[in-house]
């Protein structure tokens, strides 16, 4: 069973920076997909950042050039580097994970972690 804990949440104000980790147990393949999306109270689940079994990344358009995922392998943990972060960014930030993927389509991922909140002020 896969197991996925994030951390790395917390209150930010308007142009700064945080980073998640989410610490993965439980499989031993490096070729999942690994991935953050977001929810923010009233809004459905969205796809962030994804990077595939060859080590591409995924973002989606709304962060692109701002957030950043990479992936330990030796530490099995992923992180997401958020930069320049808008009060649109507040969210609950939730990793996942799959053995295949359509990057970053929620209904593709299999474990999900509890999630950590972000929340950015004006």
């Known amino acids: 069973q896969v197991q996925l804990v994030e951390s790395g949440g917390g209150s930010v104000q308007s142009g700064g920076s945080l980073r998640l980790s989410c610490a993965a147990s439980?499989?031993?393949?490096?070729?999942?997909?690994m991935a953050w999306f977001r929810q923010a109270p009233g809004k459905e689940r969205e796809g962030v950042a994804a990077i595939v079994g060859d080590g591409r990344a995924y973002y989606a358009v709304s962060v692109k050039g701002r957030f950043t995922i990479s992936q330990d392998n030796a530490k099995k943990t992923l992180y997401l580097q958020m930069n320049s972060l808008k009060p649109e960014d507040t969210a609950m930030y939730y990793c996942?994970?799959?053995?295949?993927?359509?990057?970053?389509?929620?209904?593709?991922?299999?474990?999900w972690g509890q999630g950590t909140r972000v929340t950015v002020s004006s």
């Open positions: 996942a994970a799959a053995p295949y993927c359509r990057p970053l389509e929620k209904n593709q991922y299999n474990y």
């Open positions: 439980g499989y031993t393949d490096s070729k999942y997909c």
